[in-house]
């Protein structure tokens, strides 16, 4: 649930009473719903009642502190994609790179400017609900898709994606932020190449049926990339496309190719036909199906194969 009357609710969690007063006028003052906790258990707890838009962290606080916190946050898939600003007084460079490690999606150390507090909070809401528009709108398509930050760092994932994903590491859940090893350690070679749109890499299946293809669609905002995910069984599932759809095997399987997001030039090359050739078995497919772009046929042979 969301504090009723507000669209913006924010959770501060921070044990020093001089430092909370401050910052819950300054975001009341800017018609933001505030919910406080001084703890980090007292925050655990009150999640599991009110969800907010985003979490200002203290970093050290006694008891369960603000890493440990926002570890546990974030291994929540309930949770997990609340943005988390993280707040200290420490200096030293390795705890701020430990925040970001648990998954803080920025920092602000104290004594906290007012101003910055107010445009952090505001941008990290604003990205925060676009993902999760995007995501949700990509989950009612039931594509497979996923982001990562420059790193490989998982920031979020469709539900399809995840299943597809953990085939090959059983056990693994988008609740983390870490990609299972054998994945991210070929996801990063891929990210290391200067222009990465386009470019691809193949994971062969553990039962050695059919092979998960990660297809870099381009980088995102300041720090996303944006990865589709293709589950590969071309011969069955060119056999459902031309059996179902009624078209000929050659028309099956350059829908096949678009439909996983391949261009007129690479089916060529994978089908050891012209161009013009596959150009003309897509006129006749889109004829047979109905439809008038290529991004409807590959819908249609899509929904076909996850039958």
Same mark, same amino acid.
């Given at each position: 649930?969301?504090?009723?009357?507000?669209?913006?609710?924010?959770?501060?969690?921070?044990?020093?009473?001089?430092?909370?007063?401050?910052?819950?006028?300054?975001?009341?003052?800017?018609?933001?719903?505030?919910?406080?906790?001084?703890?980090?258990?007292?925050?655990?707890?009150?999640?599991?009642?009110?969800?907010?838009?985003?979490?200002?962290?203290?970093?050290?606080?006694?008891?369960?502190?603000?890493?440990?916190?926002?570890?546990?946050?974030?291994?929540?898939?309930?949770?997990?994609?609340?943005?988390?600003?993280?707040?200290?007084?420490?200096?030293?460079?390795?705890?701020?790179?430990?925040?970001?490690?648990?998954?803080? $999606?920025?920092? @602000? #150390?104290?004594?906290?400017? %007012?101003?910055?507090?107010? !445009?952090? *909070?505001? =941008?990290?809401?604003?990205? +925060?609900?676009?993902?999760?528009?995007?995501?949700?709108?990509?989950?009612?398509?039931?594509?497979?898709?996923?982001?990562?930050?420059?790193?490989?760092?998982?920031?979020?994932?469709?539900?399809?994606?995840?299943?597809?994903?953990?085939?090959?590491?059983?056990?693994?859940?988008?609740?983390?932020?870490?990609?299972?090893?054998?994945?991210?350690?070929?996801?990063?070679?891929?990210?290391?190449?200067?222009?990465?749109?386009?470019?691809?890499?193949?994971?062969?299946?553990?039962?050695?049926?059919?092979?998960?293809?990660?297809?870099?669609?381009?980088?995102?905002?300041?720090?996303?990339?944006?990865?589709?995910?293709?589950?590969?069984?071309?011969?069955?599932? $060119?056999?459902? @496309? #031309?059996?179902?759809?009624? %078209?000929?095997?050659?028309? !099956?399987? *350059?829908? =096949?190719?678009?439909?996983? +997001?391949?261009?007129?030039?690479?089916?060529?090359?994978?089908?050891?036909?012209?161009?013009?050739?596959?150009?003309?078995?897509?006129?006749?497919?889109?004829?047979?199906l109905g439809v008038e772009t290529r991004s409807a046929a590959a819908a249609v042979?899509?929904?076909?194969?996850?039958?």
């Amino acid at each position: 649930m969301r504090m009723p009357g507000h669209s913006d609710t924010v959770l501060i969690v921070e044990d020093e009473p001089d430092s909370l007063r401050m910052l819950i006028a300054a975001l009341e003052n800017a018609d933001i719903a505030v919910l406080v906790a001084t703890s980090g258990k007292a925050a655990l707890d009150l999640l599991g009642r009110i969800v907010p838009n985003l979490i200002i962290m203290d970093g050290m606080m006694p008891g369960l502190d603000g890493f440990e916190t926002t570890l546990r946050i974030k291994r929540n898939p309930v949770y997990a994609n609340i943005p988390i600003i993280f707040m200290t007084g420490l200096a030293e460079c390795e705890h701020l790179i430990e925040a970001f490690e648990m998954g803080a $999606v920025d920092y @602000l #150390r104290k004594p906290v400017n %007012l101003g910055e507090l107010l !445009a952090r *909070v505001r =941008l990290h809401m604003g990205l +925060g609900r676009a993902v999760h528009a995007g995501a949700a709108s990509l989950d009612a398509t039931g594509r497979l898709m996923l982001a990562t930050d420059a790193h490989g760092s998982l920031l979020w994932c469709t539900p399809r994606a995840e299943r597809a994903i953990s085939r090959i590491a059983p056990g693994w859940n988008r609740a983390g932020t870490a990609l299972p090893l054998a994945l991210r350690s070929q996801l990063m070679r891929l990210l290391a190449k200067s222009d990465t749109a386009g470019a691809s890499i193949r994971i062969e299946q553990p039962s050695g049926v059919g092979t998960l293809e990660l297809v870099v669609i381009g980088h995102y905002r300041e720090n996303e990339v944006r990865i589709r995910l293709n589950e590969l069984d071309p011969e069955q599932d $060119v056999v459902k @496309l #031309r059996d179902q759809l009624q %078209l000929t095997q050659r028309e !099956a399987e *350059v829908l =096949l190719w678009v439909s996983y +997001g391949k261009s007129s030039s690479d089916i060529s090359d994978v089908l050891a036909i012209s161009p013009r050739t596959v150009q003309k078995h897509l006129e006749r497919v889109y004829e047979k199906l109905g439809v008038e772009t290529r991004s409807a046929a590959a819908a249609v042979a899509t929904r076909v194969s996850q039958q």
